[in-house]
């Protein structure tokens, strides 16, 4: 298996960024968001809107996608994380087996800065980033119009 890594120069094609946001939004589960914020997240990563860019790592087993992860920039180094997880999700038939903890380790290791992720508490997931070295430090609290 290997991971691919794409950002502002090296890009992903329009149908790269449809193939991965269908494979995010199905394979995400209950936790997920939806495909068009998914969309968004990889054209920002990728830099086709305007912002900062960030990665799309792509774990692939003979050319079919069986997990991936996206990250952000956010450019506020002074009072929140340089980068932040948006997405992550591995095929179904392929959990248990590493790839996951794979993604998030090639992606501390590969990213300059502090990253952080919001997750639901319920996720099952949670343990997995506490053990690879993640902290819960605020709680988040949003004004919904």
Same mark, same amino acid.
């Given at each position: 298996?290997?991971?691919?890594?794409?950002?502002?120069?090296?890009?992903?094609?329009?149908?790269?960024?449809?193939?991965?946001?269908?494979?995010?939004?199905?394979?995400?589960?209950?936790?997920?968001?939806?495909?068009?914020? $998914? #969309?968004?997240?990889?054209?920002?990563? !990728?830099?086709? +809107?305007?912002?900062?860019?960030?990665? =799309?790592?792509?774990? @692939?087993?003979?050319?079919?996608?069986?997990?991936?992860?996206?990250?952000?920039?956010?450019?506020?180094?002074?009072?929140?994380?340089?980068?932040?997880?948006?997405?992550?999700?591995?095929?179904?038939?392929?959990?248990?087996?590493?790839?996951?903890?794979?993604?998030?380790?090639?992606? $501390? #290791?590969?990213?300059?800065?502090?990253? !952080?992720?919001? +997750?639901?508490?319920?996720?099952?997931? =949670?343990?997995?980033? @506490?053990?690879?070295?993640?902290?819960?430090?605020?709680?988040?609290?949003?004004?919904?119009?």
């Amino acid at each position: 298996m290997t991971i691919k890594t794409f950002d502002a120069f090296t890009r992903l094609s329009i149908n790269d960024i449809n193939r991965i946001a269908n494979f995010l939004h199905e394979n995400s589960g209950a936790f997920g968001d939806g495909k068009s914020a $998914i #969309k968004k997240s990889l054209l920002y990563a !990728a830099k086709e +809107i305007p912002g900062l860019g960030g990665y =799309v790592f792509v774990m @692939e087993h003979k050319n079919e996608v069986v997990g991936a992860l996206v990250i952000n920039k956010t450019g506020m180094k002074e009072y929140v994380p340089e980068n932040i997880l948006v997405n992550v999700a591995v095929k179904q038939e392929y959990r248990g087996e590493g790839i996951a903890k794979e993604l998030i380790n090639y992606t $501390i #290791k590969y990213c300059k800065g502090d990253i !952080a992720l919001h +997750i639901n508490e319920n996720n099952p997931v =949670v343990k997995l980033f @506490e053990n690879r070295g993640f902290k819960p430090k605020n709680i988040e609290m949003v004004f919904e119009r």
